[in-house]
């Protein structure tokens, strides 16, 4: 069986070294972004967690050397954590606005996701048990009380109803939480770089420099929305502040590169001129002479040439 370099979290690799069984069993899934299945990896422990698998492959074909081996296969598999709630919002979105206003169980919500998710084309029987799986987790009735409206009925049973107002919330808690360690982690230096480029460290811009931070948050959140769920999110947020300095630097951009044309050009056109006025270089003084000689009453040369 071929081998794969792959970056695992610290939690799943001793989970995988306390069993007996060293395989890394994923499942198919529909990614909440583009309804297309994805590789995913669901464990129980500790409520469920939920991690994706992503892979980077190099532009040409590498192999990695580590100690004696060569693993021919040059990607490197990621397997990073997927806030539940990411994969509870399109199911909660597929049931229809007439079922979605009454209060129901988290297993009659749950047996609902199921069946509409059967009659989906991408979806196929091995999917539909791995989300039979996932339903089974604590943390997915988690999300349902942080998406939903709830009512505690008694101490053991919650019934949930949808909402959009909650989903929205919830979404702009997750965008300011990327707003703050933004700020402050090592991992933002890229985004760092990008800010500065665009001038938004300079004095007096405290405030468009967060709205771009806000904006660059919203687009990682959006990475696991669907794009009608993303633009209800950015609706939210008022960017005009960023926008107008955005369209400033574009102006300034523009006005450079037409600047830096015309300077082209003129050069271009001084350099033409002075090609013209340099003079043709005089002729040999014999040239000269032979152009100054009488040729008045001299056959022409044509004439010996003709018949006699």
Known sequence: MPKSFAVLPEGLL????????????????????????????ISGENGGTILELQAVAPPSQRSWILDQEIISDGKM??????????????????IPA?????????????????????????????MCEAYTTLFGMTCMETALKMLCETKEL???????RYSSTRIIQYLRTKVAHICRSSQNSDM?????????????????????LAVARTRMSCEFVAHYLAPQTE???LSTYNFKEL?????????????????????????????????KKRKAPKGSKGVDQLKKANTKGMSKISSFFQKK
């Open 14 to 41: 001793q989970a995988i070294e306390a069993s007996n069984d060293s395989t890394l069993r994923l499942v198919r899934l529909l990614h909440p972004r583009t309804d297309v299945p994805a590789l995913f990896q």
């Open 77 to 94: 598999l990621i397997l990073t954590p997927v806030d539940p709630a990411f994969l509870v919002i399109p199911l909660l979105q597929l």
């Open 98 to 126: 007439g079922r979605n206003t009454n209060f129901r169980g988290a297993d009659d919500l749950f047996e609902d996701f199921t069946t509409r998710l059967k009659d989906l084309e991408a979806t196929d029987d091995d």
């Open 154 to 160: 008694d101490a053991e049973l919650t019934v949930y």
């Open 188 to 208: 933002s230096r890229s985004i760092t770089r990008k800010f500065a480029t665009e001038g938004l460290f300079e004095e007096g811009y405290e405030e468009v």
């Open 231 to 233: 633009k209800e999110l």
């Open 243 to 275: 926008d107008v300095h955005m369209d400033h630097l574009a102006a300034d951009e523009a006005a450079r590169i037409a600047a830096t044309t015309t300077t082209k050009k003129g050069k271009k056109s001084e350099a033409s001129t002075e090609d």
